[in-house]
């Protein structure tokens, strides 16, 4: 039986987006309208699908206007980028997310960088990377940013405390690094080919795996005590369940993990629902810096 605390990340998730909701009207009442997020996907991807309609269902609960384009897996790059240009100049929008990834005719790159770092409420963007690593203002990417809404609520300030980040994506790794960086912590980015790898990680109090990989990260990796962020999200081939079934598996060997961490979040119900959270708050918060609106901090 496992010991450690499961971190609820749905439960603090729906809490952050009633908050959300509450800021949303703030702004609303000062500008005339809602805040706007405009969702483009390209192509057909199962899982991005899903994901999109996630969005949707959770900007509209929140009180936002939700905007949606689809396109056919055939488009080229050039009519991405003008569509991208129209919503940059539209005033009605404050949000505008291009749901990764993409077809390969297209340059996810250029995609990014296309996007107003005003509108950019994935994070992306090299400008709000760029502001992010020196500790300016900007846009913070979702995930990471939830998982360090989990880490505050869980263990109050951060200060001091070892970290080790495993996985040095632009989308994750890094910027969870900037973030714990932020909090005074003292970082490490680890990834698959960091030497003695279980024992750079058991030396962590705060442990977040984000390496892609399922299950890669067991017990042995997990200092006695540790916060456990698992933000991987795997499918794999679950053959009890009937053929061709899955599940949904983390980074981190939950059961062995849990074992020795004091808190760890689940996957699924950790991470995943704070990513859509984060992204209504940077929706809200880019509406108000547009305009000039004070809110709450969220």
């Not at 539209?90 to 990834?101: A, F, H, K, S, Y």
């Not at 061709?244 to 808190?263: I, M, P």
Request: proline share 6%.
């Amino acid at each position: 039986m496992a010991d450690a605390t499961v971190i609820d990340g749905k439960a603090f998730s729906e809490t952050l987006v009633q908050q959300i909701a509450r800021e949303a009207q703030t702004i609303a009442d000062a500008i005339g309208r809602p805040p706007a997020l405009a969702v483009v996907l390209v192509g057909e991807d199962p899982a991005s699908a899903v994901y999109v309609r996630n969005k949707i269902e959770r900007t509209t609960k929140a009180g936002m206007r939700s905007i949606e384009h689809r396109l056919p897996p055939t488009t080229d790059q050039e009519t991405l980028l003008a569509l991208i240009a129209e919503m940059n100049a539209d005033d009605e929008i404050d949000g505008i997310l291009v749901q990764l990834p993409l077809p390969d005719q297209i340059d996810e790159d250029s995609v990014i960088n296309a996007i107003a770092p005003e509108k950019d409420v994935d994070g992306f963007h090299v400008v709000n990377a760029g502001l992010l690593a020196t500790g300016q203002e900007s846009l913070v990417p979702c995930t990471p940013y939830g998982c360090l809404l989990l880490l505050r609520d869980h263990l109050g300030s951060l200060s001091g405390l070892n970290a080790v980040v495993v996985g040095r994506s632009n989308i994750v790794g890094k910027p969870m690094a900037q973030l714990l960086l932020r909090e005074s912590c003292t970082v490490t980015i680890a990834h698959s080919r960091t030497k003695d790898l279980p024992e750079v990680c058991a030396r962590a109090d705060i442990l977040v795996a984000a390496v892609g990989r399922p299950e890669m990260i067991t017990g042995d990796y997990v200092k006695p005590g540790a916060t456990v962020i698992d933000v991987g999200i795997n499918r794999v081939a679950a053959p009890e369940r009937g053929e061709g079934k899955f599940r949904l598996t983390g980074d981190v060997d939950y059961t062995s993990a849990a074992e020795k961490a004091g808190a760890i979040t689940p996957v699924p119900g950790g991470v995943g629902p704070m990513t859509i959270a984060c992204l209504l708050r940077n929706t809200a918060v880019a509406a108000a810096r547009r305009f000039g609106v004070s809110i709450g901090d969220i």
